[in-house]
Each structure stands twice: as C-alpha cells, then as structure tokens.
C-alpha cells in the first residue's frame, strides 16, 4: 500500500515538474522573442534615425509637414482638417488649411490615410493596415480588430 501510495506521489510531483517546466519555457520564448524585437528596433533606429510610423510611409520621409499630420492622427485616432490644422499650429507654430487639406489628399492618394465623410465634415484616419504593419515591424503583436 505505501508503494502505490509513493508511486502517485512521484507521479504528482513528475507531473508538477512537467508543468512547471513548460511554463519555464513559454517564459524563455517570450523572453527571447523581446531580446529580437528589442534588436529588431535598434537596427530600425540606426537605419531610418527614428522609430515613428512615417518609416511606413517612406514617400513623406522629406515631408515635414506630412509626417506631423501622421503622427497628429495617430496621437488623435480621427481629425478634421480644422483640428489637424490647429494642433500643427500647437507644435510647429504655424499651419494653413491650404497646406494641410494637399498633404492629406497626398496621403489619401498615398493609401496611408483614409478620409471619412461624415453629415457635417470630413475626418481622417491612419490606414489601419499602416498601423499594423507598423507595430509589427517594431515588435508589438496587436490585432487592431480587437481593439
């Protein structure tokens, strides 16, 4: 009786052992998945100066203006053309409706950002596929659909 009972014992301690092995385990692969990403967006750095997400949009690379508008829209989610245009004004100092009404349809055109009409007004927002390519070069697994 006190083998069978040594017996389920041992078992119950081999199967803990198991278990805590497999989770030491998950954690080194999650451990060693941060140390790529991490690696991963120091090279990005060096390569483009920056890790913000106009390093999606390489064609605005020399586009001051154009590369604000995208961070504007990703710091707001959605802006009209008036709220852009003031916040512009909030961080460079100056801004024209003009000039941020033809960097937006350059972007629309460009496929980064997509323009939204509703009854009132038009708003834009970052193409989600941007975005999401943009956190999976940089290493942050989100899937913008659940969100």
Same mark, same amino acid.
């Given at each position: ?85 003031? /916040? %512009?004004? @909030? ?12 960097? +937006? $349809?350059?972007? !629309? /055109? %460009?496929? @980064? ?12 927002? +970052? $193409?989600?596929? !941007? ?17």
């Amino acid at each position: 009786m006190a083998d069978e009972r040594d017996i389920e014992k041992l078992a119950r301690e081999v199967e803990s052992l198991r278990n805590a092995m497999k989770e030491l385990m998950r954690s080194f692969e999650l451990a060693s998945q941060l140390a790529q990403n991490y690696i991963k967006l120091i090279n990005m750095y060096a390569q483009y100066g920056g890790l913000g997400i106009d390093v999606m949009i390489p064609q605005i690379k020399h586009d001051p203006i154009a590369r604000e508008i995208v961070k504007i829209l990703f710091d707001k989610k959605s802006a009209n053309i008036s709220q852009i245009t003031r /916040e %512009l004004k @909030a961080r460079r100092g100056k801004a024209s409706r003009n000039t941020v009404r033809e960097k +937006l $349809n350059r972007l !629309v /055109e %460009l496929g @980064a950002v997509v323009e939204i009409e509703n009854e009132h007004s038009k708003e834009y927002i +970052l $193409n989600k596929d !941007v975005i999401s390519k943009w956190l999976e070069l940089i290493g942050i697994p989100i899937n913008l659909e659940q969100i």
